[in-house]
């Protein structure tokens, strides 16, 4: 069974960065669009930052001119740096990947198990 893993999560301080990362935990033939989402206490999931596979990007205005979202189509790993931390950048952020697992399977939604972001002082 595939997952993506994610890593990169922690605490840190208003003003300082994080780097996040997720991956499929197993070999898969291709990934198409993935990105980031992040879900705060009493909100809805909300959209982070999405990268297709030829690298096109979409952001989140909260998020345009800290957030840099890429790929390494060679490890099929996702990053999210995350510069200038906000108390309201705290959120659990999840990874989302379009994945076909096998040659011929079609495209396949999945999502990471997430990860902690607190940003306090």
């Known amino acids: 069974q595939v997952q993506l893993v994610e890593s990169g999560g922690g605490l840190v301080q208003p003003g300082e960065s994080l780097r996040l990362s997720c991956a499929p935990s197993?070999?898969?033939?291709?990934?198409?669009?993935m990105g980031w989402y992040r879900r705060s206490p009493g909100k809805q999931r909300e959209l982070v930052a999405t990268?297709?596979?030829?690298?096109?990007?979409i952001y989140a205005e909260s998020v345009k001119g800290r957030f840099t979202i890429s790929r390494d189509n060679a490890k099929n790993t996702v990053y999210l740096q995350m510069n200038s931390l906000k108390p309201e950048d705290a959120a659990v952020y999840y990874c989302?990947?379009?994945?076909?697992?096998?040659?011929?399977?079609?495209?396949?939604?999945?999502w990471g198990q997430g990860t902690q972001v607190t940003v306090s002082s």
């Open positions: 989302n990947a379009n994945l076909r697992v096998r040659v011929g399977d079609v495209l396949r939604s999945y």
């Open positions: 197993g070999s898969i033939s291709s990934v198409g669009l």
């Open positions: 990268i297709t596979s030829d690298g096109s990007t």
